[in-house]
């Protein structure tokens, strides 16, 4: 029975939505890895791993029905992300990419860009290594997150979103604003205990 929250079966989604916790969000987590349904190595652009813009788009404007769902959804979580990806910028025809950093690798002449269906995250919780090498941090409104930027020995390019206390806090606004039940993380354990201290603060 193909599930569609407009259809005719209502009582039968009803009795779903009730009793299985729902994940509201889009799929922003993977948003830079299925551009059409496919895996790209290198992408145009780097990009956080959850937006906050995404995941209020993922909430009440997606098309398939998740709004109306809510009023009968009591089990309704916001998906928290303790993780990022630690982007490295490299040249290609003349151009910038960016690629994750732990899947990148020369391509020799010839070779063809090839495609991946795994990329290894990085805790938020093992990144102050990270964030002690810093040449320059900005605030992404869109992402809602810290943007950080450092140079490594070899004079390349590297670039992380850090969520942290105030991102966080954004997030778990969206939770009160829509009414949900609550947040749950993927995945347990990734996150430090600013995150903690800000659902502790923020849902209390």
């Excluded at 690798?105 to 495609?115: A, I, R």
């Excluded at 992402?143 to 004079?155: H, S």
């Amino acid at each position: 029975m193909k599930s569609n929250c407009c259809s005719d079966n209502k009582k039968v989604y009803i009795k779903i939505i009730k009793d299985t916790p729902l994940f509201a969000d889009d799929g922003s987590a993977d948003e830079r890895w299925a551009v059409e349904g496919k895996i790209y190595r290198i992408e145009p652009e780097e990009k956080s791993v959850v937006i906050v813009e995404w995941e209020n788009i993922g909430i009440y404007e997606k098309p398939d029905c998740l709004s109306r769902m809510l009023p009968l959804a009591p089990g309704t979580l916001l998906k928290y992300a303790g993780e990022t990806k630690e982007w490295y910028r490299v040249a290609f025809n003349s151009e910038y990419y960016y690629v994750s950093k732990d899947i990148s690798c020369t391509v020799e002449k010839g070779e063809t860009l090839c495609k991946t269906n795994s990329v290894k995250s990085i805790a938020m919780k093992d990144i102050d290594k990270i964030k002690a090498l810093k040449t320059a941090d900005e605030y992404d409104k869109g992402a809602g997150q810290k943007k950080i930027t450092y140079i490594d020995d070899e004079g390349c390019m590297h670039i992380i979103w850090v969520e942290d206390d105030k991102s966080m806090e954004q997030r778990l606004k969206l939770v009160r604003e829509y009414n949900l039940a609550g947040t749950a993380a993927w995945r347990l354990g990734y996150e430090g205990p600013v995150i903690w201290n800000a659902i502790a603060n923020m849902l209390k």
